[in-house]
């Protein structure tokens, strides 16, 4: 999804668009939708872009865990004779 910052300016009619794609753009995605007054449209394609951005990182938190819960159980014995 993308969003604009048009938001910034509402003044200007060029909106620019931008995909949220890491954690400090989306911190400050959310922190302009809690602390600043936007257009009700900018608003919601910041929403949709910040909900597209959780939704990719959670599934990657679920395959990283997936990842670690396979390789611990596939040595279980090698990581059991560490301790």
């Known amino acids: 999804m993308l969003a ?3 938001f910034l300016k509402p003044q200007l009619s060029i ?3 931008f995909k949220i794609n ?5 911190l400050t995605a959310y922190g302009c939708l809690m602390f600043e007054e936007l ?3 900018a608003r919601l394609e910041i929403e ?4 597209q951005y959780c939704e990719l990182d959670t599934f990657a ?3 990283l865990y997936q990842g670690i819960e396979d390789l611990v159980s596939n ?6 004779s560490l301790w």
């Open 4 to 6: 604009t910052a048009s």
């Open 15 to 17: 909106r620019i668009a």
């Open 22 to 26: 890491e954690g400090g753009a989306a």
């Open 39 to 41: 257009a009700d449209d």
């Open 48 to 51: 949709r872009a910040l909900l």
């Open 61 to 63: 938190m679920v395959l």
């Open 75 to 80: 040595h279980v014995a090698e990581f059991s």
